[in-house]
């Protein structure tokens, strides 16, 4: 079992920066598969980003590639998202999840059994 906290959020101007974090309890961090999802009101739950448990592998969606970078720490059991260039369509609850096991499908809810309670960001137009 893994606990995940989110923070980092808040209000932004388009184009302007923020980075997010989720931090992890326990010992077992770094057997975790994790990844940032975002939801915006009326709309469904959206892959953003995932880093596999050594930090070797990443992905993407291809709204944010280019202007996202996800890392994490294992020693810290701290996951990072660093966003760039926000734009107004960036505004969401930023949800953070782990994953023990393979990832076939990076960009699957189903994939991610533990869920953190997400960070508010909100880009001004």
């Known amino acids: 079992q893994v606990q995940l906290v989110e923070s980092g959020g808040g209000l932004v101007q388009a184009g302007g920066s923020l980075r997010l974090s989720c931090a992890a309890s326990?010992?077992?961090?770094?057997?975790?598969?994790m990844g940032w999802f975002r939801q915006a009101p009326g709309k469904e739950r959206e892959f953003v980003a995932a880093i596999d448990w050594s930090g070797g592998s990443t992905r993407y969606t291809d709204s944010v590639k280019g202007r996202f970078t996800i890392s994490r720490d294992n020693a810290k059991n701290t996951m990072w998202l660093q966003m760039s260039s926000l734009k107004s369509e960036d505004t969401a609850i930023y949800i953070c999840?782990?994953?023990?096991?393979?990832?076939?499908?990076?960009?699957?809810?189903?994939?991610?059994?533990?869920w953190g309670q997400g960070t508010q960001v909100t880009v001004s137009a």
């Open positions: 326990g010992r077992t961090f770094s057997r975790y598969n």
């Open positions: 999840a782990a994953n023990w096991g393979s990832l076939n499908r990076w960009d699957s809810e189903r994939e991610y059994a533990y």
